[in-house]
């Protein structure tokens, strides 16, 4: 037995000489058709996204292979260490089984159907001399293995405590393949998923760019570029190009539309302000002022000035609430949290408030967020039967979240045609708007919108990840 060389790692060397494998000889298969959207990238998708955060500013990537070792995911939030993985070509497509490469912590831990670390010199082939990397087999219920949860870094990088960091991750991974459902039937999360760089890999890809001009442009590698696509394709729900780009026109033909009829809500609103207003205010101080330079004789005449001054303010105050109607001034003027404060003390239902929104937004996001709080509160008072209405908005820096429930009849009708607009209201800014309506249980309306200006993810501002 060789000196200071772990018995599972002799024993992978052996298999690797058996396969016929050379230690000086590199050649990592490449394959690419990948499992996109079957249960395993459904399952797996929110835990990566969880761990990736977990590991942000640390020079460790994280990728998720099959069964058979084809790495079917990547994520790493440090440009120096995407550089490193593509160096070795362990990127989406490519296959690291035992058989292949030799000695290495996926391929390894497949063979061995157990964990595996290889650090350093451990690796069979020359090439991963300079890695080090951590794997966990996930299974399913049955206990058969579906796939492997890989951290790899820098050998210099490596700690021991990335192999219990891998074991949890491959544990909920199982646990949500075991309990879930078919990723198929699961609905498209919409673009306000996306990352940054996945919305200008979208729209380079939409401006018939090819992958290597995006790579280029972009300072990414080839297989980067080819790993957000299939992200953009999986959360959009789509499957090709052509639906992409399609995807991308409809949304920016949802939000020109919305911002038309925003601007003229906004004209008729200053129309009304600086027109009808006014006009009804002078004359209202006109007939004041002829009631009150007529005699006390007239007092016959000054009633019926009385009433229509009276009848004038009472058109005013129609006026301004019809106004308020077509868009808030106070919105405007003062922003976000005043508005929605307004409307929840003009509620006839009972509303517990919560409004945290310590700047500006983009007028468009402002906007709908008004009414879309406005719409729920008035399906409330028409429909649900309700005690209390709770209020939850809160923004922070990418993305505005509110909430609307009550404790209502429920059975709310998703597809009815205010819940309609609004739904396209949100989407037409790249959000979410989610109902949830038992009967009996109340109805929930929850909106994600992003907060800021649509322009923000240009290339220049990105940061690439």
């Excluded at 290495?104 to 061995?112: D, K, L």
């Excluded at 499957?239 to 026109?249: C, I």
């Excluded at 027109?275 to 016959?300: F, I, K, N």
């Excluded at 949830?436 to 109805?443: A, D, E, N, Q, V």
Aim: net charge negative; proline share 6%; charged share 25%.
């Amino acid at each position: 037995m060789i000196p200071n060389v772990r018995q599972d790692i002799l024993t992978s060397w052996q298999r690797s000489v058996v396969a016929g494998l050379r230690p000086d000889h590199f050649v990592v298969p490449y394959q690419p058709d990948l499992d996109d959207d079957g249960p395993l990238r459904w399952a797996a998708t929110p835990v990566l996204d969880q761990v990736a955060e977990e590991l942000d500013g640390t020079r460790v990537g994280l990728l998720l292979t099959d069964a058979r070792g084809q790495v079917v995911d990547r994520r790493a939030a440090d440009t120096g260490t995407l550089a490193q993985l593509d160096h070795i070509e362990l990127a989406p497509g490519f296959l690291y089984g035992e058989d292949l490469i030799g000695t290495n912590a996926i391929g390894t831990a497949i063979a061995q159907r157990a964990p595996s670390v290889v650090t350093g010199t451990e690796h069979f082939a020359d090439a991963l001399t300079s890695m080090a990397c951590a794997a966990i087999p996930v299974t399913d219920g049955a206990g058969e293995m579906i796939g492997v949860i890989d951290l790899t870094c820098a050998a210099g990088d490596f700690s021991p405590l990335l192999l219990p960091f891998a074991k949890r991750a491959a544990r909920e991974i199982g646990h949500r393949f075991r309990e879930g459902t078919d990723p198929r039937r699961l609905p498209a999360r919409g673009w306000l998923s996306l990352t940054d760089t996945e919305r200008v890999v979208a729209h380079l890809i939409v401006e018939g760019l090819g992958s290597r001009v995006v790579a280029d442009r972009m300072g990414l590698s080839r297989p980067a570029v080819r790993s957000h696509l299939r992200r953009v394709f999986r959360k959009l729900g789509i499957r090709s190009r052509v639906e992409l780009a399609r995807v991308v026109e409809q949304g920016a033909a949802r939000a020109r539309t919305t911002a038309a009829v925003d601007a003229a809500r906004r004209q008729i609103e200053r129309d009304l302000h600086d027109g009808l207003q006014q006009r009804l205010v002078t004359l209202g101080l006109q007939v004041r002022a002829a009631e009150v330079s007529l005699p006390p004789a007239a007092a016959e005449l000054k009633w019926e000035l009385a009433r229509v001054a009276d009848g004038l303010m009472d058109v005013l105050r129609d006026v301004r609430e019809l106004s308020r109607g077509i868009h808030p001034a106070i919105l405007s003027e003062r922003g976000l949290e005043p508005a929605v404060k307004a409307l929840a003390r003009r509620s006839p239902v009972p509303v517990a408030l919560t409004v945290r929104v310590p700047r500006r937004l983009p007028d468009d996001v402002e906007l709908s967020a008004y009414y879309i709080v406005s719409e729920a509160l008035a399906n409330v008072a028409k429909h649900a039967n309700a005690e209390t209405v709770t209020i939850f908005v809160e923004a922070d820096r990418d993305a505005l979240i509110l909430s609307v429930r009550d404790d209502g009849v429920g059975g709310a009708d998703p597809d009815g045609s205010g819940l309609a607009g609004l739904r396209e209201r949100a989407e037409s800014l790249g959000g979410m708007l989610a109902l949830t309506s038992p009967p009996g249980r109340g109805t929930s309306v929850d909106v994600e919108l992003p907060a800021r200006p649509a322009d923000s993810w240009s290339p220049q501002r990105s940061s690439y990840q």
